[in-house]
């Protein structure tokens, strides 16, 4: 088991999310004295690599996580929200394309909760119903693996890491 994904609540000091190569999701909210672990998320296979987690920046009980399994050859996508720190989890893929779209990252905005981001294996796309309706992002952007999102708060900027195509 390795972790792959880590980050802390930024409206909770100890809050830390983990996420691991084999499909674990380690909590801890008091800085690293006591952990719990979810092992498991509906609908997604066991040991699904954890590819993100993004603590919300409005609340600090909500947290995302993506899931990816395209280790074994499955590229449908495993995205969840919890409203509870992580004790439980409902799937937010609502209408995304079921397949050839695996999930790498995902964010909230900062000043709007339904407004949401996700990098996938060809695109980038968004929901501004907190993941019930997704809508492809196609301006100005290849087709290309979105790895990483950060929006930057000063200029409400929306910046992408891709896997071999650049930033933007």
Partial sequence: SNAVSLDESPLLEGLIYVGT?????????????????VESFPGAPAGTYVSDVEPS??????????????????????????DDRGKTFVSITGDLPKTRNNVWTVAQDFRNSNLLFLGTEFALWTSVDGGKHWVQLKTGLPTAQ???????????????????????
């Fill in 57 to 82: 920046p409005r609340d600090a009980n909500v947290v995302f996580v993506a899931l990816n399994d395209w280790q074994r050859g499955n590229y449908a996508p495993y995205l969840y929200r919890s």
């Fill in 146 to 168: 979105i790895r990483d999102i950060a929006i930057q708060k000063r200029e409400s900027d929306l910046a992408i890491g891709t896997f071999g195509r650049s930033f933007y």
């Fill in 21 to 37: 190569d084999d499909g674990l999701l380690q909590i801890t909210e008091d800085g690293g004295k006591n952990w719990r672990k």
